[in-house]
């Protein structure tokens, strides 16, 4: 996964300050909503990519056991999605949240059609988790903050019933699962995520959320892109195909998100050219943000 790079100066990926506004609701609620992040252009793009991708599912019999067609490690499957890889207005904020030492560990498409009229309101597509897998189970409350994951609308979702995501806000900083009243449909707190097509829905690994029932006719297509630290391992991949780094070859942020290494301690140690993030986040004061992420010895 070595090779001759680039410097970082010479293919930045454009920067957006996260406003203070924007940090304290997320550190509050543990997710934030950014409108209007994608243009019609790309949103069309993604959307006729994934309805492709879908008609094809349908075709060979690939969708799940409930009618949703999910592509896992999209990022692999279409050039249409690398751009979301370092996408400025979402991307940007990354750093703020986790640091420099962070890859993408997921990117995933969700398409998930109406579902039948007589099904329940209390029917959930994913029921209420938090994110991390195994880990989850594995480590002891408190849980830390380790990963990151960016929504991007392509449906209109500004309705509730539209197969939604659902969050409890701040239930990111509580222990334990959400109370939840005997007879309701969802745990106290609850909401119902509305967003535009073209909007992005950060949020963060230990916010329950779950998936309702899509009773609309509406098809509901959204794209995951989850980052992480570089020290976990990825959610949906092992490594990334050869081919799919060597696109990015040029381009040093995109090759170290896409999880390519240049030393043999990049993931634990990592040196200068394992990390350009670090050097854009210094140009960009965010370094200040995280004062024991220092450099290991030569």
């Not at 949906?236 to 896409?258: E, G, M, N, S, Y």
């Not at 140009?283 to 010895?297: C, I, Q």
Request: with cysteine; proline share 8%; hydrophobic share 40%.
């Amino acid at each position: 996964m070595s090779g001759q790079l680039r410097s970082w100066e010479e293919m930045p990926m454009q920067f957006v300050a996260m406003t203070e506004e924007q940090q304290g609701f997320l550190d509050t609620n543990g997710y934030l909503i950014i409108p209007g992040v994608l243009d019609q252009d790309m949103i069309e793009r993604l959307t006729a990519t994934i309805d492709r991708l879908y008609q094809e599912a349908v075709r060979e019999d690939r969708l799940n056991q409930v009618g949703a067609f999910e592509l896992r490690n999209c990022i692999a499957h279409d050039d249409v999605f690398l751009p979301l890889l370092d996408w400025p207005e979402t991307v940007s904020l990354v750093p703020y949240i986790l640091g420099w030492n962070v890859q993408l560990d997921t990117s995933h498409v969700i398409v998930r059609p109406p579902q039948a009229s007589d099904t329940a309101a209390s029917y959930k597509a994913i029921g209420w988790h938090r994110d991390g897998g195994i880990a989850v189970r594995q480590l002891p409350e408190p849980l830390p903050r380790m990963r990151l994951k960016i929504c991007y609308v392509l449906s209109d979702l500004s309705q509730p019933g539209r197969g939604n995501t659902r969050f409890i806000p701040g239930s990111h900083k509580r222990l334990g699962r959400p109370s939840h009243q005997e007879g309701a449909i969802d745990p106290d707190g609850a909401i119902e995520v509305l967003a535009n097509p073209g909007d992005a829905v950060l949020f963060e690994n230990r916010l329950f959320h779950a998936v309702g029932p899509n009773l609309s006719t509406i098809t509901r297509k959204t794209i995951f892109m989850g980052y992480s630290y570089r020290w976990l391992r990825p959610l949906d991949f092992v490594t990334q195909p050869p081919a799919l780094i060597a696109k990015v070859q040029d381009d040093p942020i995109r090759w170290q998100l896409l999880g390519a290494w240049a030393t043999h301690m990049a993931f634990s140690l990592p040196k200068d050219e394992d990390v350009p993030l670090r050097a854009w986040c210094e140009e960009h004061g965010l370094d200040a943000a995280f004062p024991d992420m220092v450099r290991p010895a030569k």
